[in-house]
Structures are given as structure tokens and as C-alpha cells.
């Protein structure tokens, strides 16, 4: 879902409208959004549709997050063309237990999210025979190509390309971008040194 806007965004256009054409068909009204484990992009994902959702327009898609199923029963989300749960993560510890049985008897199918590359085969087809047996069938899987990697590696590459930033003799010196308040405590909590005249 990260990575080319352009991309992403048909990606989701064209997986809504494929999830809207199986509820008119098949009926499958009620999906659970979940994953082999966590991390694997399904929150991004429901994010995604629900921007999408708001484009597209005409169609009433509600979205509801695995938090709040205890608050609202199956049947107050009724006139609407599809129903998308935030799920929890599908074969962690007690993964549907999380779900009121309400709601999982309401459920129609799965979009299952998996990531490239990292996911494992048997891991999926753990997932097929464990939401199958509790009744849940996989109506679509998101292959994600895109993982975010650990935010401590995040914070060291933003460190290292400031610090390339500052060294580099081919860049002309001091950046002429124009100093934003908060940049010397940005550079400071990154344990760099700050450049002198």
C-alpha cells in the first residue's frame, strides 16, 4: 500500500470495487479485514478503502474497527452495501476469540493480508483451514509488497543522511534550504553535532 501513490491507489480502487461486485453477487456483505500476523499492513489497507470509499461515492461502505465490535451489534450496520472489519491478526494467540461470536456468526468472509517475502505459505494455509473451519472463507488476499522497517532503523537512516547531508563537499557547504523552527532539536536528538560558521 506505500510506495507509488498512482499505484496504490488503483491497487485499492480496483480491490473495492471487486470486494463491492462479490457483495452484490455473492452476497458477502460482511468481510473481516486480517492478516497471517501482525504488521503486515491490514489497519494501511482499511485506511486505504476508506479513502477510496469516500471517492467513489454512490455506494455506502461502513467500516468499523475490531475495538468497538462489543459496542454495535451486526444488525444496527444493516442498509448498507458493504460492511469492512479491522480485524485482529488471524492465527496469533486467541486471533478470532477477540471477535463477539455475534459478529463472527455475521461475518461472510476474509480478505486475508499477507506480505511479500515474508509471509510463509504454510502460515497462509494454517490461516485458509483455521478461518474455514470457524466458518469464514477467504473471499481475497492483499499481497503487500511494501513493509516499513523498524522505526529504530528509520530514526538511523534519517541520522545518516543528515549527517551525509553535512559532509558531503559536493553539496555547496550549509543547505540553503531556509531553517525551520525545532531543526536544531531535531539534529541535536539525533546525537549530531551541529555545523559552526
Do not use: H
Request: proline share 5%; hydrophobic share 35%; charged share 30%.
Amino acid at each position: 500500500m506505500i510506495g507509488d501513490p498512482t499505484y496504490s491507489r488503483r491497487k485499492t480502487r480496483e480491490l473495492l470495487s471487486g470486494l463491492l461486485r462479490l457483495a452484490e453477487a455473492r452476497g458477502t456483505k460482511r468481510l473481516l479485514i486480517t492478516s497471517v500476523s501482525a504488521g503486515a499492513g491490514k489497519t494501511l489497507l482499511c485506511k486505504a478503502l476508506r479513502e477510496e470509499a469516500k471517492i467513489l461515492g454512490g455506494r455506502t461502505i461502513s467500516f468499523v474497527s475490531q475495538r468497538f465490535l462489543d459496542r454495535v451489534e451486526p444488525s444496527e450496520v444493516s442498509g448498507v452495501d458493504l460492511v469492512l472489519v479491522d480485524g485482529p491478526a488471524s492465527i496469533e494467540v486467541d486471533g478470532l476469540s477477540e471477535i463477539p461470536s455475534d459478529w463472527r456468526r455475521a461475518l461472510d468472509g476474509v480478505v486475508l493480508v499477507v506480505v511479500k517475502r515474508e509471509t510463509q505459505r504454510e502460515s497462509v494455509q494454517e490461516a485458509r483451514r483455521w478461518l474455514e473451519a470457524n466458518g469464514l472463507p477467504i473471499v481475497a488476499v492483499v499481497w503487500n509488497e511494501y513493509r516499513l522497517p523498524p522505526l529504530g532503523v528509520l530514526f538511523e537512516r534519517l541520522r545518516r543522511a543528515l549527517t551525509f547531508r553535512k559532509s558531503n563537499p559536493l553539496g555547496g557547504g550549509k543547505s540553503t534550504s531556509p531553517k525551520r523552527r525545532g531543526d536544531d532539536d531535531a539534529e541535536s536528538s539525533f546525537g549530531l553535532s551541529k555545523e559552526e560558521p
